[in-house]
């Protein structure tokens, strides 16, 4: 929203359900929420008669989007797939939801191109996606390292939910810690895991090298990231990482799961390491390998920092974002 105002001269109205789907019961209220949802919607767009709509996720806000009436409609897929789980009872229904809402868009965001498998297989018009980063601030993320050379400094920042395998990480550095490799582990962010990843790390005797910060600003990260050498990130599925972005950016060496969320940006051993999901003793190997080449490192994340800068600018990506808003405004205008 700050990018459109800011790129576009946008003026941003916004609503989204109140109800939060952390548990069963809410869920459900959630779901009869989302039922009466478009009314909420029809009287917001007659008060303020926007010139668009704009909306993430294809299988809710996107449908929704789609069925208010108003033109054009941009709708954003947020992961790999928006059709998840896998196993959901509802899944059918979501596979219609999400095929009007692609039909009816005028636009559709794939934030990079592991998105656009799921569209091709769902038959989108693939000449209304747009395959662009939202981007970050590459002024914020500045280029540089106040990282101890002299030992692993590693930096996780993704938030503490199963999906995200913060055991797997913890039980690689116990490994590093029984071989006598000096490090520091620093873990951002908070969630559902974090009392048993507490545990753990005390269980594995690596409680004093392991620094849980909990939420904290994002002003605060860049700073977090540049003192840091080594960024590792261990989902079991990834859509578009900004935290991965961010990382590059503060010259921070990327150890990632091998998924193709992954592997659209990084390369095993040119510009990072890839490791199987859930191979903790892989990771292990890898993160000592990384440090040990530390001329390879440093080549990469030069690399890395050039990639952002040319892909994933903020500045850049979120001025043709507003542009291609505008353009799309203009062709449906009735004047």
Not at 75 to 82: F, L, P
Not at 163 to 172: A, G, N
Request: aromatic share 8%; charged share 25%; with cysteine.
């Amino acid at each position: 929203m700050n990018g459109l105002k800011e790129f576009g001269d946008f003026e941003i109205i916004t609503w989204e359900l109140k109800m939060p789907s952390n548990c069963i019961h809410k869920r459900i209220l959630r779901i009869f929420e989302f039922k009466f949802a478009l009314f909420k919607i029809k009287k917001i767009i007659k008060l303020h008669q926007p010139d668009m709509v704009i909306a993430e996720r294809t299988t809710s806000y996107g449908f929704l989007a789609a069925l208010s009436g108003v033109k054009p409609v941009a709708i954003a897929q947020q992961g790999k797939t928006d059709l998840w789980p896998k196993k959901s009872i509802l899944l059918p229904l979501k596979k219609v939801i999400q095929h009007y809402a692609f039909q009816k868009a005028d636009l559709i965001h794939a934030w990079g191109p592991v998105m656009t498998i799921s569209m091709i297989e769902a038959k989108v018009d693939m000449s209304k996606v747009l395959v662009l980063p939202k981007g970050i601030d590459l002024v914020q993320f500045a280029n540089k390292n106040n990282a101890d050379p002299e030992k692993i400094c590693a930096i996780v920042t993704r938030s503490l939910l199963p999906e995200y395998r913060h055991d797997i990480i913890l039980k690689s550095f116990g490994i590093l810690n029984q071989k006598g490799i000096d490090f520091v582990l620093t873990i951002i962010g908070d969630g559902t895991q974090l009392s048993k990843l507490k545990e753990l790390a005390k269980k594995l005797k690596i409680e004093n090298k392991v620094n849980f910060t909990g939420r904290i600003p994002n002003t605060e990260l860049p700073k977090l990231l540049q003192q840091s050498n080594i960024y590792i990130s261990m989902p079991t599925t990834e859509g578009v990482s900004a935290s991965l972005f961010e990382a590059m950016a503060c010259n921070c060496y990327p150890v990632v799961t091998d998924i193709i969320g992954n592997q659209s940006w990084i390369k095993q051993r040119e510009n990072g390491q890839l490791i199987p999901v859930d191979d903790y003793e892989m990771l292990a190997d890898e993160l000592i390998w990384s440090f040990e080449n530390s001329e390879h490192r440093n080549n990469a994340v030069l690399k890395n920092r050039k990639f952002v800068e040319e892909n994933a600018n903020y500045n850049t990506n979120m001025k043709i974002i507003a542009d291609k808003y505008h353009q799309l405004i203009n062709t449906n205008s009735p004047n």
